[in-house]
């Protein structure tokens, strides 16, 4: 793991570092999971293009799914799965083809892939979930998917070598593979939650052209497990953005299965607290890594907004600075152009006071009491030479807070997007 990861983490963590442990896991290391991915033949080149997350038994487990009215597939096919028994064992996934918009053909394969994957691991076929990222409007080559599904089981483990293929198997165009993982003590029993997502383009939730699985081996109860998914999402991957497209085929997925203690965890219970901390941990970090991750990306932005009149109104501020191309282009270009930013504050459809707003640009004070703040043109220049660029907004208006991530706008981001098929 690199010193900035490193780094991001232990800042996310700080205020509840007592809650938690974070440790260098994979969604293998929480007991009782095992997972592996191949090369089908759905990608041109040979990156592994289908994987599988496999629990030893029965696992409590909840999703979370795009916004967008035109959705994928696979998307019916697990909603379908998880409104059964709450309850997953499988999950399959592939990546080169979004198998959306592919009308009646496209669903009876997301079908195809469910029962293959049941039948090969001996499970009812509601207890695997489905899952496919690429581009949108091309069949899947079933061919290549059943052949993939077929060779899976044999390759799974639940070493961390399991975990990598996994992470490999659902890319597309990110750069890097995005995990997290955490120990949480529940009564003197260490449970553990880890995560690994991808998703580096087409990222503007509610959520994004990103995949997502969490694994735990907690026990957890499952309305529970349900309300904390939708709680976590709004703070963590709902606050992302890279360029302002929802997916087709988002998908946040969560697996309980209870193998490191019987105990079932809930809101009322005394250890709630530390496992809420460490699952949005998880989250925020994958959250994080997939911002940065943006195509054609060099730069993290964060923009916290603060003194608002409400936090659903400081959510909308922030998501509308982090999402500004114009905000987005002078962190590119590191010109300190604030007068970005308190547009995006001023155009977000939220009630501000046009005579109240501070900003800051790092530690730089260029904004105060809506007044221009002079400042050294090359203390800011050195600044917005980091690769985390952080915005600070106080609206004097209230107590509410957010945090909303994104990334620079890039030539290479348009250079990527204007030969994705090809």
């Known amino acids: 793991m690199s010193t900035k990861v490193e780094a991001e983490q232990a800042s996310v963590a700080s205020s509840a570092q007592d809650l938690f442990t974070i440790i260098d896991g994979s969604v293998t290391t929480p007991k009782g999971y095992q997972a592996s991915?191949?090369?089908?033949?759905?990608?041109?080149?040979?990156?592994?293009?289908?994987?599988?997350?496999?629990?030893?038994?029965?696992?409590?487990?909840?999703?979370?799914?795009?916004?967008?009215?035109?959705?994928?597939?696979?998307?019916?096919?697990?909603?379908?799965?998880?409104?059964?028994?709450?309850?997953?064992?499988?999950?399959?996934?592939?990546?080169?083809?979004?198998?959306?918009?592919?009308?009646?053909?496209?669903?009876?394969?997301?079908?195809?892939?469910?029962?293959?994957?049941?039948?090969?691991?001996?499970?009812?076929?509601?207890?695997?979930?489905?899952?496919?990222?690429?581009?949108?409007?091309?069949?899947?080559?079933?061919?290549?998917v059943e052949a993939g599904v077929a060779a899976l089981p044999e390759k799974l483990s639940a070493e961390r070598e399991g975990a990598e293929q996994f992470s490999q198997a659902i890319l597309t165009t990110d750069l890097v593979k995005k995990e997290a993982c955490v120990l949480v003590n529940v009564n003197g029993v260490q449970v553990t939650i880890a995560g690994a997502a991808k998703g580096s383009g087409m990222i503007h939730p509610n959520m994004a052209t990103m995949l997502a699985f969490v694994t735990t081996d907690a026990a957890v109860e499952p309305t529970a497990l349900e309300q904390l998914l939708k709680k976590t999402t709004n703070q963590t991957f709902n606050m992302i953005t890279v360029d302002g497209d929802t997916s087709t085929n988002d998908m946040l997925l969560v697996m309980a299965n209870g193998t490191a203690q019987p105990e079932v965890l809930h809101e009322g219970h005394e250890a709630w607290h530390a496992f809420e901390a460490g699952f949005r941990y998880v989250c925020e970090v994958l959250?994080?890594?997939i911002a940065r991750d943006g195509e054609g990306a060099t730069k993290l932005i964060e923009v916290q907004v603060q003194g608002a009149s409400?936090?659903?109104?400081?959510?909308?501020?922030?998501?509308?600075?982090?999402?500004?191309?114009?905000?987005?282009?002078?962190?590119?270009?590191?010109?300190?152009?604030?007068?970005?930013?308190?547009?995006?504050?001023?155009?977000?459809?939220?009630?501000?006071?046009?005579?109240?707003?501070?900003?800051?640009?790092?530690?730089?004070?260029?904004?105060?009491?809506?007044?221009?703040?002079?400042?050294?043109?090359?203390?800011?220049?050195?600044?917005?030479?980091?690769?985390?660029?952080?915005?600070?907004?106080?609206?004097h208006m209230g107590e509410g807070e957010a945090v909303a991530w994104g990334c620079d706008l890039t030539y290479d981001y348009v250079r990527i997007n204007a030969a994705y098929r090809t």
Not at 97 to 106: E, P, S, Y
């Open 287 to 289: 959250a994080q890594a």
């Open 37 to 144: 991915g191949l090369h089908c033949g759905l990608k041109k080149t040979e990156r592994n293009d289908i994987g599988a997350i496999v629990s030893d038994v029965p696992a409590t487990a909840a999703a979370v799914y795009t916004t967008n009215a035109f959705q994928a597939a696979p998307l019916g096919v697990t909603r379908e799965s998880l409104s059964v028994s709450k309850q997953l064992q499988a999950v399959i996934v592939n990546s080169g083809n979004a198998n959306a918009c592919t009308g009646k053909l496209g669903e009876q394969n997301a079908y195809r892939m469910r029962e293959a994957f049941a039948q090969q691991l001996d499970v009812d076929a509601h207890l695997v979930a489905v899952a496919s990222t690429g581009v949108i409007g091309e069949q899947l080559k079933m061919d290549c």
């Open 310 to 395: 409400s936090h659903e109104s400081a959510s909308k501020i922030a998501k509308s600075v982090v999402g500004s191309s114009l905000v987005k282009s002078a962190v590119f270009g590191a010109d300190a152009n604030w007068g970005r930013v308190i547009a995006a504050v001023g155009y977000a459809g939220e009630a501000v006071e046009p005579d109240k707003v501070d900003i800051h640009l790092g530690p730089i004070v260029v904004l105060e009491q809506s007044t221009p703040v002079a400042f050294d043109e090359e203390e800011a220049l050195e600044y917005l030479r980091n690769d985390k660029i952080v915005f600070t907004i106080q609206l």
